[in-house]
């Protein structure tokens, strides 16, 4: 009788295990039961889809055309404060897009850093953006604590100002990716923060700005995640925290001759990205310029003074 229940007792352990790390699969949009395609989408090389958003003044009168990349649990339909003079004044056209596997683009199985870059690539030769770049703002940028290039101690220090259940939820991300669905799912341990609803990670400044984003929600926040939140939010943290396939230090300036700008923009006060970090790779590549905002947290960008300065920097020349 012994052996019987032995195989019983293993045969559904295996298909609890099989159950407990298999993420459920997209609802891609436009599929039976998925969510519609109310946006206008491209056609990438692979058969994907990218959702993509314009506004400013128009692409055929602008003299700047910027992309916007969103950040995590973000969408294309993100409000920035860009005051609406400072779009005429130096004629912004801006172009959003849906990340792959948030609101309405389709998920990439195969994301990675590279292909995210590829993305943007390709929907700018979709529309037409033209091939010439004379500048990239990066705000907030994300780090990776496994980069080979930051030293052990730096890396060490940084990730430890993270609360105890961000440093597991991204050692998970980092070393056991297979084991991710699993430990975002489960129960016994908190998980990540901005997800389980710790607020600490939030410094003052961004508890305001967060009051007053509540006031007046995005349209489209309700399509975040409407694919899933295993296609969209965990293989964003996946995907950033697998091992890239270069090391920031293996950049070189993309503008030699001085043709444009490459800056990076941190709150001090950020809990998020921890400033040293970005602080680090700017000393060591001294073409990027580095912005540290006093006063300001990781949401800098939703203040319309610091948006408006990052913009205004960007396009002076």
């Keep these: 009788m012994l052996a019987p229940i032995a195989v019983a007792f293993t045969v559904g352990l295996l298909g609890w295990a099989y159950q407990a790390l298999k993420p459920p699969p997209p ?36 003299k700047h055309k910027i992309i916007i990349i969103h950040g995590f649990a973000s969408s294309k339909d993100l409000d920035l404060p860009v005051s609406q003079e400072l779009i005429e004044e130096h004629k912004i056209y801006f172009l959003l897009f849906d990340r792959p596997g948030y609101g309405e683009s389709d998920p990439d199985p195969s994301r990675s850093v590279k292909s995210e870059a590829y993305d943007v690539q390709e929907l700018a030769d979709k529309l037409q ?22 030293p052990a101690n730096l890396s060490t220090e940084a990730l430890k100002k993270l609360p105890m259940q961000d440093q597991m939820t991204f050692r ?21 923060s901005l997800m389980s609803g710790n607020m600490s990670v939030f410094c003052p400044q961004d508890m ?4 007053k984003l509540s006031e007046s929600p995005s349209d489209g926040e309700d399509k975040i995640q409407q694919q899933g939140v295993y296609e969209s ?7 950033g925290y697998a091992k890239w396939e270069f090391d920031p230090m293996d950049l070189s300036n993309p503008f030699p001759h001085n043709e444009g700008s490459v800056h990076i923009w941190q709150g001090r006060e950020d809990r998020i990205i921890p400033s040293q970090v970005n602080r680090y790779i700017t000393e060591k590549l001294h073409w990027i310029q580095y912005h540290e905002v006093p006063d300001a947290g990781h949401l800098l960008a ?14 002076h020349r």
């Design 233 to 239: 939010l965990y293989r964003d943290i996946m995907t």
């Design 302 to 315: 939703f203040k319309s003074k610091h948006c408006d300065t990052i913009l205004r920097e960007l396009v």
């Design 172 to 192: 998970v991300a980092h070393y056991t990716p297979w084991l991710f669905y699993w430990w975002m799912s489960q129960k016994w341990f908190p998980s990540l």
């Design 27 to 62: 609802k891609i949009c436009g599929s039976p039961g998925g969510p519609p395609d109310t946006s206008p989408r491209v056609k990438l090389s692979d058969g994907r889809h990218l959702a993509y958003r314009e506004t400013g003044v128009s692409k055929e009168v602008a």
């Design 129 to 150: 953006i033209g091939h010439k770049l004379s500048g990239a703002a990066l705000v907030v940028p994300f780090v990776h604590y496994w980069w080979p290039c930051l």
């Design 208 to 211: 305001e700005i967060l009051a």
